[in-house]
């Protein structure tokens, strides 16, 4: 079993950054692929950004490419989401995600375990 808790959601203006960290335990990440997956009120969720096992790939969504970027450091067991230049449109629920094969998908049914979440609130 893997424990997922996110931090760092909050409230910004827009055109501001956020970094987004996921910290798992319980065992560890290395051999996991990573999401971030995000759900507005009213929405289905959608990926947002995804990373491989060991972070030689990386897949964004077109809402986000350009202005997020997803990290991971194995050996700290956490996932970073860095989020510049926050539209409103940016504002929802943000959920870390792990799947137990090495590489990410789309799908938000692919992944095994999920954090709580946090809040992002971009405000114009």
């Known amino acids: 079993q893997v424990q997922l808790v996110e931090s760092g959601g909050g409230l910004v203006q827009a055109g501001g950054s956020l970094r987004l960290s996921c910290k798992a335990s319980g065992r560890t990440i290395s051999n996991s692929a990573m999401g971030w997956f995000r759900q507005a009120p009213g929405k289905e969720r959608e990926f947002v950004a995804g990373i491989s096992y060991n972070g030689g790939s990386k897949d964004y969504s077109d809402p986000v490419k350009g202005r997020f970027t997803i990290s991971r450091d194995n050996a700290k067991y956490t996932v970073s989401l860095q989020m510049n230049s926050l539209k409103p449109e940016d504002t929802a629920v943000y959920y870390c995600?792990?799947?137990?094969?090495?590489?990410?998908?789309?799908?938000?049914?692919?992944?095994?375990?999920w954090g709580q979440g946090t809040q992002v609130t971009v405000s114009s």
């Open positions: 995600a792990s799947r137990d094969l090495w590489m990410y998908v789309r799908s938000w049914n692919g992944y095994d375990y």
